[in-house]
């Protein structure tokens, strides 16, 4: 249970990109936690991407901006250069991994003990949870493989998210399935979305990102947590 609830809704978010700071200040409006998977060795950097042939800014928040913009929420890696971790060997994976979690922990000041798989496409597998799991102090690793669940998972190591954000008519028809999930159910319930900020820029799809949010906030059966505080219940 979640502090006394059967239902919880979490994000995730990766990259630390500045449009971040918008999406938190929305985030917040409705009373919502999200975790925010990020690189080290990236702060700082200014860049853009092209997607869909937008091109959007795709520029990260200076070492000393991360504590105030991430306040309320959670702060965990990413990996220090955002490597695909399946091609490196398992020393490179435990240093990528394990470096940027300490740098983070001096950054927020507490300890980091999430972490999202960096790259698209298949970005993990059994050896790198192993390696992972044996010789880092993360406690959870997410996927970006959508099982449109909201079961309990055994490997923490290899988590799939519930639903990828723009996924729209999937996001809107789960949120709908989940709340209308009874408040006492057999088994605890996690509705998990993830995505990167700086995609709402592509097709300004901000405002539909808000639509969802305003639907899935303010019940009274659903605790809305950040990723470490409900998978590490």
């Known amino acids: 249970m979640f502090d006394g609830r059967m239902k919880a809704v979490t994000f995730s978010y990766d990259d630390g990109s500045t449009q971040d700071k918008r999406f938190i200040k929305m985030l917040n409006k409705y ?3 999200a975790t925010f998977n990020l690189n080290s060795n990236k702060f700082g950097e200014p860049n853009s991407l092209i997607r869909n042939g937008v091109t959007v800014a795709h520029c990260k928040p200076t070492a000393e901006e991360i504590a105030d913009i991430y306040a309320g929420h959670e702060i965990a890696v990413h990996t220090l250069d955002h490597p695909r971790l399946t091609t490196l060997d398992d020393a490179e994976v435990i240093r990528q991994v394990e470096e940027d ?3 983070l922990e001096r950054i927020c000041g507490y300890e980091v003990v999430g972490m999202a798989y960096p790259c698209g496409g298949v ?8 390696v992972i799991r044996e010789n880092t102090k993360i406690k959870y690793a997410r996927t970006i493989t959508e099982n449109h669940s909201f079961e309990l998972q055994d490997n923490l ?3 799939d998210p519930t639903v990828y954000h723009q996924n729209w008519e999937k996001l809107f028809e789960l949120a709908d399935e989940f709340l209308a999930l009874p408040e ?3 088994t605890p319930k996690i509705f998990y979305i993830w995505g990167h900020t700086f995609e709402f820029d592509i097709d300004d799809s901000w405002d539909m990102m808000e639509k969802f949010c305003q639907k899935i ?3 009274d059966d659903i605790f809305y947590g950040t990723n470490r505080e409900i998978l590490l219940k």
Do not use: H, M, P, S
């Open 184 to 186: 006492i159910t057999e």
């Open 157 to 159: 190591y290899r988590f």
């Open 31 to 33: 009373g919502l936690r």
């Open 101 to 103: 979690r300490k740098n």
């Open 217 to 219: 906030a303010g019940r």
């Open 123 to 130: 970005n993990n597998d059994d050896r790198v949870a192993q």
